[in-house]
Structures are given as C-alpha cells and as structure tokens.
C-alpha cells in the first residue's frame, strides 16, 4: 500500500501546532505527572475526546498546550509548573506518532496496538535525528 497518497487525517495547516501539542503533553505527562510513557499512552489513545485530536478540531491541536492537554487528559487540575525544554524520547514519541496519525489517517489506537510504545523505545536510539520518512517506512512495515 502506498501511504504517500493517502489523504491526511485533516489540514496541513494544524499540523505542525498538532505535533507540538501531542509532543509536550506526552513530554509532560511524563517528566511532571509521572506517569509512564506506556501509561500515557494508554490514556492518550483512549482519551474521551481522542476522535476529536485525530480530525484535527482546532481546539485540542492548536488551541491547547501540551500541558493543558496532559492534564486534561490525565483528569488534573492542580498546577504543576512548567518543564524546561529539554526534548527526549518522550517528546519525540508524540511527536512522531502524531505525524504518523495524520499522514496515514490512523487511529491513535490502531497504531499503539500495532506499534506498542516499546517499539518507540526501541527506535529512538537509532531514528530520532533520522527524517521521520524512516521512521514512517520503519512503522509501515510493522503495521
């Protein structure tokens, strides 16, 4: 199947805030909620309002942080400040996997059950400096 010529999961003009978003909640649901990458995932694919991430509705991709996002989909309300931007495997995951989601118009879920948050893990060493096309093709194949 060639993913190349598929039609993204909404507008090219949210991407980028889309994946930035995506990228510091994971980032910060990690390093200041303590949760586990595999847990936020978990939580994240299964998100009361994930549909809506994944159709690109301007609110949760654009009009959110990636910290109020963490939060809301971690059910917090207290403040826990802010984390200095110092991006690792975390943030790449959702980062990544964001992109992925919309170039391939996939359910967050879908992916993570395909390509669990291990795999990341496993990946990150060798594909996070690489352009996301290898970690795309890398996904592809798995998928």
């Not at 598929?6 to 930035?20: F, G, H, N, V």
């Not at 586990?36 to 998100?47: K, M």
């Not at 992925?100 to 390509?115: D, E, H, M, P, V």
Request: charged content about 25%; proline content about 4%.
């Amino acid at each position: 199947m060639n993913h190349e010529k598929q039609t993204p999961a909404y507008s090219d003009l949210y991407i980028e805030d889309a994946r930035k978003t995506i990228a510091h909640s994971f980032d910060y649901a990690v390093k200041k909620l303590n949760y586990s990458l595999e847990e936020y995932a978990e939580l994240f694919a299964n998100f009361e309002y994930i549909d809506l991430i994944e159709t690109g509705d301007p609110h949760y991709v654009a009009g959110m942080s990636g910290i109020e996002l963490a939060k809301e989909i971690c059910g917090k309300t207290e403040r826990y400040g802010r984390i200095p931007y110092n991006p690792g495997l975390e943030y790449w995951t959702g980062w990544i996997l964001s992109y992925y989601q919309w170039s391939r118009n996939i359910a967050y879920k879908t992916i993570l059950s395909k390509f669990p948050i291990e795999r990341f893990r496993m990946a990150y060493p060798t594909f996070h400096e690489e352009n996301e096309r290898r970690m795309f093709e890398y996904m592809d194949d798995v998928i």
